[in-house]
């Protein structure tokens, strides 16, 4: 029987691929997504994986969309900790509403998703969990301090949270994307894109199939020997 993932913010952008990637080889496949209905929608009907709505902001969200998805497809034995917004702006402007928005969705929202699928990896002795974190967690970026706090929180989240599943069979690790070809970068102006590629060492953005990739690997029996890690996916653009 094919292991079942669940991808949250899974319907687009990085999210899209990581469940598409994950669909054709092999898994049995669910996509979370919380705003976006037209796009969930037309995801769903292109690629035939199943969509469930929720916030992962909500922690009562996250354990009825978990039972829904459970009740469907089977236990969740990868989770895919994608999901993620933006709230930008130079900290003398942030609000609180900004900062307690992208701390409740890009940090709270992994625990939220992580807490209830645990006891069931733990007793069936394997478990993949794979948070999507950011360069600028690592590095920071200017007007991004909540967006950078959050992200740089997933890190920490991860490396204590291997600890306790190493000898249960769960590996936790992290992927810090740079800056990838989705819809909200290829958005911005083009000198401003430009800007961007001129600090990458590779001369170019990156795909979001490679950062799909990256999760395959990761997801793999061939990966039970890594965990903890942070698997940086950047161009060269930061390097730790």
């Known amino acids: 029987m094919a292991r079942t993932a669940l991808v949250t913010g899974g319907t687009r952008g990085i999210g899209a691929a990581i469940s598409v990637a994950l669909r054709e080889a092999g898994y049995s496949v669910a996509a979370n997504y919380c705003g976006n209905d037209e796009a969930a929608s037309r995801f769903e009907a292109e690629t035939g994986i199943p969509v469930f709505k929720w916030s992962v902001a909500s922690y009562e969200a996250c354990v009825a969309g978990l039972a829904k998805v459970e009740a469907q497809l089977g236990p969740v034995e990868i989770l895919v900790n994608n999901a993620g917004i933006t709230r930008d702006g130079m900290f003398h402007r942030i609000t609180p509403e900004q900062w307690r928005e992208v701390i409740d969705t890009n940090l709270s929202g992994v625990f939220n998703m992580t807490h209830p699928v645990w006891p069931g990896m733990r007793e069936r002795g394997f478990g993949r969990v794979i948070i999507i974190s950011s360069i600028n967690g690592q590095k920071g970026q200017m007007g991004q301090v ?51 590629i001129a600090q990458i060492p590779v001369g170019r953005l990156g795909e979001a199939s490679e950062i799909a990739r990256c999760v395959l690997f990761l997801a793999s029996d061939d990966a039970g020997f890594i965990t903890g890690a942070t698997l940086a996916a950047n161009g060269g653009q930061y390097m730790s």
């Open 146 to 196: 909540n967006y950078a706090a959050a992200k740089a929180g997933d890190l920490g989240f991860t490396r204590a949270l291997s600890l306790e599943g190493a000898r249960a069979g769960i590996t936790v690790n992290a992927i810090t994307p740079g800056y990838i070809a989705t819809d909200m970068v290829m958005a911005v102006p083009e000198k401003v894109r430009e800007g961007i």
